[in-house]
């Protein structure tokens, strides 16, 4: 298009933001106002995309940052002729594809929710790593940014990563127009303050009037040809751009525009300018497809070996036979067992260093791509992801999170290394699985069977050699549990998973030996719970303990009441798990202290069953 097509192409853009806006009585038009000239220039003349091929491998990915300006990534799709007037107009109403926030759950041509202002370049990055280093293709990842976000932390852990990687495959467009949410940014339209933060971590950097469509376009032109380094295009603009009422002035963000007609009119009117996208270029994903049979790892019974190194060598194995299976490590593989994986498979492992927000991001980006992500840290690192891991849940993202170095056992590292809070936030989810092995041949079939898995998916390992108590041909389903102890006397049931379990296998072998005959059932599956063996235990033996190496919170004792949330009596329950501050200990001496190993069910255990039996 020429300058003056693309000036009346960005007015179109704002007059359907203030339209979708106003019938939805909510929204946020002046922010997507900002934006409409970045956004003319690039739909028109730069972006390569079939929007009757979402899926089409040559494809340039555009991320949609600021996800609260999505009437603007509405009203571009309407003028590519993805979506008409009639579906633009019910913008955030029941049943609508077109959200407050865009989700690829309702629409095919969105690669990430986005809403969670600092998520969107992250993920881009993911993407832009797939396309260099996965799928061996040219296209190019767009990313449209607000100035407010870029306060936040993870945009420069992205901005880092992406410099480390020579990602010139990736642009991000940031939109600065100098007011935020409660009024003024912190650095206003100062670019060069920006600018100055992304030459830090290598990238290219363009200054630019964001409403001059033909310097906006040269600066896309320039973002095109530069090699080595991601580019960053720094947009000076003028937040509800257009519209004298609203223009440059605080206390106008997130509400429609007040006298929308006017408005309209003041920006000329409607238009219907329809834009013939560029198409991608031919381009096929270059990918191994691996041997296709998994040869998982087989350990003897009686062995003592760490579920972390099941799950590494595992990881390797799966990624032998699966060619579309990717690692990624916050610089600790040599703990996780990542490096496994990576010894065998190093064109298909990222190592994402201390940043555990870009790492969970990348998996998500690469799952948008195809990939099948296993992404891995400490247990308690995982929490300053989480909000990547409840956006990813959004997304539909398809993603494998693994947590090692779980729980007070890992001994004398202390609290601020140990996982207590894992399973809670996992399980918190939605559709999440979690999974938590006690030996190596149960970890290894639970990696095999949650790299084919949907949703999110987590796995706690642990640090500590625990004895092999299962076959290597023993299946372990989601949603199963297994029960190691068992008989017709049975006074009490003792529900556990990981290190735990073996804790209540040595309790209950005390306690039958004093005739206490006690019911074992190992959770591994710890969501989705298997409901239907905790209420046949409940009913055959009358009591529950639960004893899990994590805080009482959101755990295992929590898993184990879902399964009598119909409104059926609760058996007499006793709930075991960390409830003090652990210190420096040995693994023992930390189980004990919190009242979770052998020892102590023992005794929970005789309590409650004196308690049964008093008249």
């Known amino acids: 298009m020429n300058t003056g097509e693309l000036v009346d192409l960005g007015q179109q853009l704002r007059v359907d933001s203030v339209r979708a806006a106003a019938a939805a009585g909510s929204g946020h038009p002046t922010s997507s106002m900002s934006a409409a000239d970045l956004m003319a220039v690039l739909l028109a003349n730069h972006l390569r995309y079939d929007f009757e091929r979402p899926a089409h491998p040559g494809n340039d990915r555009f991320v ?6 999505s009437p603007l990534l509405y009203s571009a799709f309407k003028a590519a002729g993805a979506i008409d007037d009639e579906e633009l107009l019910t913008f955030r109403k029941q049943g609508s594809r077109l959200e407050g926030h865009p989700t690829p759950q309702r629409l095919p041509w969105v690669e990430t929710a986005t809403g969670s202002l600092g998520q969107g370049l992250p993920v881009g990055v993911g993407i832009a790593l797939s396309g260099k280093r996965l799928d061996h293709t040219d296209y190019r990842v767009w990313v449209l940014c607000g100035d407010s976000e870029l306060a936040e932390g993870s945009i ?13 495959n990736l642009t991000v467009i940031v939109d600065v127009n100098r007011l935020g949410q409660r009024g003024p940014t912190r650095h206003g339209h100062d670019l060069d303050a920006y600018a100055r933060r992304f030459r830090a971590f290598e990238w290219h950097t363009i200054e630019v009037d ?32 257009g519209v004298r009422a609203v223009e440059d002035r605080e206390g106008q963000h997130g509400k429609p525009l007040p006298e929308a007609e006017e408005a309209v009119a003041e920006l000329g009117g409607p238009r219907d300018i329809r834009v013939r996208v560029h198409a991608p270029e031919d381009a096929r994903s270059l990918r191994s497809t691996g041997t296709g049979q998994t040869e998982l790892p087989r350990y003897g019974l009686g062995d003592e070996v760490a579920t972390r190194n099941a799950f590494g060598e595992t990881l390797a194995a799966v990624g032998t036979a699966r060619g579309d299976v990717v690692a990624l ?11 496994f994986f990576a010894k065998e498979h190093p064109e298909r492992y990222f190592e994402c260093y201390i940043a555990e ?15 099948v992500p296993f992404a891995t840290t400490f247990a308690a690192f995982l929490t300053r992801a989480y909000d990547f891991v409840r956006m990813a849940s959004i997304s539909g993202a398809g993603i494998n999170l693994v947590g090692s170095h779980a729980g007070v056992a890992i001994g004398q590292d202390g609290p601020s290394q140990m996982g207590l809070e894992d399973l809670a936030m996992m399980r918190a989810i939605h559709g999440s699985t979690v999974l938590y092995p006690c030996d190596a041949n149960q970890a290894a079939r639970l990696v095999a069977e949650m790299a084919g898995l949907e949703g999110i998916r987590y796995l706690r390992t642990s640090r500590g050699e625990s004895k092999v108590i299962y076959g290597p041909d023993e299946e ?10 068992s008989s017709d006397a049975d006074r009490l049931t003792v ?4 290190v735990t379990l073996h804790e209540a296998l040595a309790a209950a072998d005390a306690l039958g030996a004093d005739g206490i005959r006690v019911r074992v059932i190992d959770l591994y599956s710890v969501k989705p719970v298997d409901r239907a063996t905790l209420r046949a235990a409940a009913e055959e033996t009358g009591c529950l303990v639960t004893v899990e190496d994590h805080r009482r919170e959101g755990g295992i004792g929590d898993a184990v009441l879902d399964a009598f949330s119909d409104g059926r009596p609760v058996p007499r329950l006793v709930r075991l798990a960390v409830t003090t501050m652990p210190g420096s200990a040995t693994p023992a001496e930390e189980l004990h202290a919190a009242g979770i190993d052998a020892e102590s069910i023992e005794a929970a255990a005789r309590m409650l069953v004196e308690q049964a039996i008093v008249p």
């Open 476 to 485: 372990f389903p989601v949603g199963g549990s297994k029960v190691l102890r």
């Open 210 to 241: 964001g409403h001059d469509v033909d310097a906006v376009d040269r600066a896309y032109g320039e973002a095109l040809s530069t090699k080595g380094q991601p580019t960053a295009i720094i947009a000076r603009t003028l937040k509800g751009k």
């Open 357 to 371: 927000q870009q790492m969970v991001a990348a998996a998500v980006g690469m799952a948008a791509r195809g990939w």
């Open 156 to 168: 420069w852990e992205a901005a880092e990563h992406a410099g480390h990687e020579h990602l010139d």
């Open 329 to 339: 490590d916050g610089e600790v593989g040599d703990s996780t067992r990542a490096e």
């Open 64 to 69: 949609l940052s600021k996800g609260h300006a």
């Open 495 to 498: 529900v556990a998973a990981g």
